[in-house]
């Protein structure tokens, strides 16, 4: 389906034996899931493959996520393979307990990529997700109600699930390029910002004084900032 679909397929192993099976089928990263954050057999099983990880860190403290990406490395692999998913272990998870700012945290512990395993029933949580800096998000969805299956409780449907697509793709536009690459306000910046002008008429010879000058816009002359060196002259 997958395939048809034109996505990539990903799974994720709960045991070693699982890691070969999803080798086999040529899977191009793995997902660890939150409870196998201590599973260092696993991890290292993973590590082995020499194939990316999406590791999740739901109710692990930061002395566990560092232990983990400590065996990761001592595989001989880097962290830049990893991607760490913040996440509240908690089923649906309610927006009070969203502890988005967990994403900010491991970005700044770890040179990893980051991400957030969204647990909660929202679809404005994608859009602060990657506000914060998530560059991969994991959301339940479901096609239909299916009582049997316990993710059906806080899962979104197919229009929520599109829906947040949509404000993560959103949020990723509206992030830029940050403050070197502004060029968009370069007109502005000139027709919003002042130049020193002169503030009545000078004589001749006139020796420049404080009362001598206004901000005037545009701002193509000389820059208000720089008003005391002309005192004098």
Do not use: N
């Not at 949580?125 to 049997?148: N, R, S, Y």
């Amino acid at each position: 389906r997958c395939a048809e679909a034109s996505i990539e397929f990903l799974s994720t192993p709960f045991h070693e034996g699982a890691v070969d099976e999803l080798l086999d089928l040529g899977v191009r990263r793995f997902k660890l899931a939150s409870g196998d954050i201590t599973h260092r057999p696993l991890i290292e099983r993973v590590a082995a493959t020499g194939l990316p990880v999406i590791m999740s860190t739901g109710a692990a403290t930061f002395t566990e996520i560092g232990t983990a990406l400590g065996w990761w490395m001592l595989a001989g692999r880097d962290l830049m393979d990893v991607t760490l998913l913040a996440c509240s272990l908690i089923y649906p998870c309610p927006p009070e307990h969203a502890h988005l700012r967990r994403i900010a945290e491991i970005a700044r512990a770890w040179p990893c990529r980051v991400g957030y395993s969204d647990h909660t029933r929202e679809v404005e949580t994608a859009m602060a997700a990657v506000a914060l800096g998530a560059t991969v998000l994991e959301k339940h969805f479901a096609l239909g109600d299916q009582p049997h299956v316990p993710d059906t409780a806080f899962a979104l449907r197919v229009p929520q699930m599109a829906a947040y697509v949509r404000a993560a793709q959103h949020a990723e536009v509206m992030l830029g390029a940050g403050l070197d690459h502004a060029h968009c306000e370069d007109a502005a910046r000139v027709g919003a910002r002042r130049s020193v002008c002169a503030g009545r008429r000078l004589r001749t010879g006139h020796v420049m004084e404080e009362g001598d000058f206004i901000m005037l816009r545009p701002g193509d002359g000389i820059e208000p900032a720089l008003v005391g060196d002309l005192l004098g002259k």
